[in-house]
C-alpha cells in the first residue's frame, strides 16, 4: 500500500530513535528541523513522537526506509489533521546527507499524499519552507506543490531574518496528475 520503487512508508522500529538522535546532528537538517529553538532529541524524544502519533487523530508519522535493504531514511508525518475542514500540513525529513538529492523524498511525497489524499480524504495538504532550502522546494513542486504565499522576515536564522514560504496542494489537483 505505500510501497514505491526505491521507498516505502513504514512503522517506526525499536532502533530508529537511537539512529535519528545521532544522525540528527547535520547543520543542514538540524537547522530546519524546527522553526523555534533548537534542542537535541534524545532517542526516547523521537521514540515517544512516533508513539504518540499511533493512537492520534491529528497526526501521523511514518518512517521513510529504503526497499531494497529496509534500512532507515527518514521520516514523513501530516500534522494538524482537520477532520473538519479535510486539511493537514505534511512535513518531511532526511537527516544523512547522502539520502538527499536522490530522489528519495519526492517518491516519498508521493506516498504520503496518496494517503492524504485517498485513504485520510483531505482536500487539501499544505507545508511551510524556508526559500533558500532549494532542493527541499524542487521537491515540492515536483510532486504539484504550489507557492500561496511568503511570511516576510518570519524567522531569525543563522543571525539574519528570513522568509518562510507557504506551499500547498489540493486534492483534485492530485487526481489530476494521477490519471
Known amino acids: 500500500m505505500f510501497i514505491g520503487k526505491n521507498v516505502k512508508l513504514s512503522h517506526y522500529h525499536e532502533t530508529d530513535g537511537e539512529n535519528l538522535a545521532n544522525w540528527q546532528?547535520?547543520?543542514n537538517f538540524l537547522s530546519t528541523l524546527t522553526s523555534d529553538m533548537i534542542h537535541p532529541y534524545t532517542a526516547n524524544?523521537?521514540?515517544k513522537i512516533f508513539l504518540e502519533n499511533t493512537d492520534s487523530s491529528e497526526n501521523v508519522?511514518?518512517?521513510?526506509?529504503?526497499?531494497n535493504d529496509d534500512s532507515l531514511i527518514g521520516y514523513v508525518t501530516l500534522t494538524d489533521i482537520s477532520v473538519r475542514n479535510h486539511s493537514c500540513e505534511l512535513g518531511i525529513g532526511f537527516p544523512k546527507a547522502e539520502d538527499r538529492s536522490k530522489g528519495y523524498g519526492t517518491e516519498a511525497m508521493k506516498l504520503i499524499l496518496d494517503y492524504g489524499f485517498n485513504n485520510l480524504n483531505m482536500?487539501?495538504?499544505k507545508l511551510s519552507v524556508y526559500p533558500f532550502n532549494t532542493g527541499a522546494v524542487k521537491a515540492y513542486t515536483k510532486v504539484g506543490f504550489?507557492?500561496?504565499?511568503t511570511a516576510k522576515d518570519e524567522i531569525?536564522?543563522?543571525g539574519k531574518w528570513v522568509d518562510i514560504d507557504y506551499y500547498a496542494i489540493f486534492q483534485d489537483d492530485w487526481f489530476a496528475t494521477q490519471r
Do not use: L
Open 146 to 149: 504550489v507557492k500561496e504565499g
Open 45 to 47: 524524544d523521537w521514540e
Open 61 to 67: 508519522s511514518f518512517t521513510i526506509r529504503k526497499t
Open 25 to 27: 546532528w547535520d547543520e
Open 123 to 125: 482536500h487539501k495538504i
Open 156 to 158: 531569525f536564522y543563522d
